[in-house]
Nanobody, 116 residues
Framework: QVKLVESGGGLVQAGGSLTLSCTASGRTLSHYSMGWFRQTPGEEREFVAAMSHTGRNTYYADSVKGRFTMSRDDAKNTLSLQMNSLKPEDTAVYYC?????????WGQGTQVTVSS
């Protein structure tokens, strides 16, 4: 069983930056393709970014391409999401998970709020 804990969210003004972290325990993430997802109230959880298990390939939603950068450190069993040029529409709860996501791996997420 993997436990994923997201952190680093907060309140930031539009145009600002935040870096989210995801720490895993219980199992190494090195064998998994991993992703970041986000959800706003009343909406489906949506894909934000993903990275292959080798770390060689990354994928981004069109809405964040060029602004967000995902990285992973398998030695520390962590993921990061560097978010720059934040927009109010980036406001959401952000989650990490495998990609495709495993239902029993969802954590509590971390809230990101971008004010205009």
């Amino acid at each position: 069983q993997v436990k994923l804990v997201e952190s680093g969210g907060g309140l930031v003004q539009a145009g600002g930056s935040l870096t989210l972290s995801c720490t895993a325990s219980g199992r190494t993430l090195s064998h998994y393709s991993m992703g970041w997802f986000r959800q706003t109230p009343g909406e489906e959880r949506e894909f934000v970014a993903a990275m292959s298990h080798t770390g060689r390939n990354t994928y981004y939603a069109d809405s964040v391409k060029g602004r967000f950068t995902m990285s992973r450190d398998d030695a520390k069993n962590t993921l990061s999401l560097q978010m720059n040029s934040l927009k109010p529409e980036d406001t959401a709860v952000y989650y990490c998970n495998t990609r495709p996501p495993r239902y029993n791996f969802w954590g509590q997420g971390t809230q990101v709020t971008v004010s205009s």
